[in-house]
C-alpha cells in the first residue's frame, strides 16, 4: 500500500527541488523553534489557561511559534499556515504546514524535560514531509517521502518486535477526558495488561518520533490535531512502520484518531481498540475489566 506521504508528493506534483527546498524549510523552523524552547526553559513567567481546563499557553509557545513562523514566511511566503497559538493563515494552493510550536506545553511549563517543536506539511490533507526538534535530548528529527526518515544523521527503522506481548507502547490522553467516557482510560489498561507496558509521555510528536527510532513499539492516541500528527506521521512511515486509523483505513487528520506501529502490531492493536468500544456499554470487551465501566461513569 502506498504511504501516505508518498501518496501527497504524487498528487502534489512537487518535483526533487522543490520537495528538497521546503524539506529545508522545515527543518530550519524546527530548529528555530526549538532554540526558543531552550532559551525559555525552566525560566517562565507566565503560565496560563486556554479554552478546556488543563490546556496551557506559556510565553515559550509563543516565542517559539514566532520564530517557525519567520521561517515559514521566509521560506515559503505564499503557503498557507494552521499553528497551534495563532490559527491559519491563509495562502495559495494546497499545501499547508502545520505547527506544533511546544508539543508537550504541560510538560514544559512543569520543567519535565519532554517536549519538541514540530513543523509538517501537508497537501489536501495528506502529510508530506516534516521535522521535529527536542531541545533536551539534542535530536533533530526530519523526513520525506522516498528520503527516509533521520535523527542527527542516522537513519531510522521501527522496531521489529511481531507480538502485543513484547511491545512497549506509548499513548495519551485528550484535555477533555475529564468530560467523556471515550477517554482512552479503558484502551490504556487494556493493552497495559496485554503488553510489556504503556507509556504515557504527554507529547504526541515526540511519542511518534519514538515509534520511528524503535524506541517504542506502538501508539494510540485520539482528540489529536493536524499539528500534533503530521510530522510525526512521516517519520512513522519513512522509518518502514504503519499508520491509520482506529478502525485500520486511511487516518484522517481531521478525526485526530491514530494508530502507528510495526506492520506486526497493526491488527493486534486494531482489534484491541475495538474490543475496548462502544465505551458507552456496560462492557468494555475484556471481562477483568468490567468494572472499569462504572468509574468512568462516574467521573466527573
Not at 481546563?53 to 511559534?65: K, S
Amino acid at each position: 500500500m502506498t504511504s501516505l506521504c508518498q501518496r501527497a508528493l504524487d498528487g502534489s506534483g512537487l518535483d526533487a527541488a522543490e520537495l528538497e527546498h521546503l524539506l529545508q524549510v522545515a527543518r530550519a523552523a524546527a530548529e528555530a523553534g526549538g532554540r526558543e524552547l531552550r532559551r525559555h526553559f525552566g525560566r517562565l513567567e507566565q503560565v496560563k489557561e486556554k479554552g478546556t481546563a488543563g490546556n496551557l499557553v506559556t510565553e515559550a509557545d509563543l516565542a517559539a511559534e514566532a520564530a517557525v513562523l519567520a521561517v515559514l514566511a521566509a521560506g515559503t511566503p505564499t503557503v498557507a499556515v494552521l499553528a497551534e497559538e495563532s490559527g491559519r493563515l491563509d495562502g495559495l494552493g494546497d499545501l499547508l504546514w502545520c505547527v506544533d510550536p511546544l508539543d508537550g506545553t504541560t510538560n514544559y511549563a512543569h520543567g519535565y524535560p519532554f517536549f519538541g517543536t514540530s513543523v509538517g506539511l501537508s497537501w489536501r490533507g495528506l502529510p508530506l514531509l516534516g521535522a521535529l526538534e527536542v531541545p533536551v535530548l539534542e535530536e533533530h528529527y526530519w523526513a520525506a517521502p522516498g528520503r527516509g526518515a533521520w535523527c542527527n544523521g542516522r537513519r531510522l527503522r521501527v522496531s521489529d518486535c511481531g507480538a502485543l506481548a513484547d511491545a512497549l507502547l506509548v499513548t495519551g490522553f485528550s484535555y477533555d477526558r475529564v468530560r467523556r467516557l471515550d477517554n482512552n482510560y479503558a484502551e490504556f489498561a487494556w493493552f497495559t495488561h496485554r503488553s510489556h507496558g504503556v507509556r504515557r509521555a504527554g507529547a504526541a510528536a515526540v511519542d511518534l518520533a519514538f515509534v520511528a527510532a524503535g524506541r517504542v513499539d506502538g501508539y494510540w492516541e485520539r482528540g489529536l490535531s493536524p499539528w500534533d500528527l503530521v510530522a510525526g506521521v512521516v517519520l512513522v512511515e519513512e522509518a518502514g512502520g504503519q499508520v491509520c486509523a482506529y478502525d485500520g483505513g486511511p487516518l484522517d487528520l481531521a478525526d485526530g484518531r491514530v494508530i502507528a506501529c510495526t506492520s506486526a502490531l497493526l491488527h493486534p492493536l486494531i482489534e484491541g481498540l475495538a474490543q475496548c468500544r462502544p465505551l458507552s456499554g456496560a462492557s468494555f470487551g475484556a471481562p477483568e475489566l468490567d468494572g472499569l465501566a462504572g468509574v468512568a461513569a462516574d467521573a466527573p
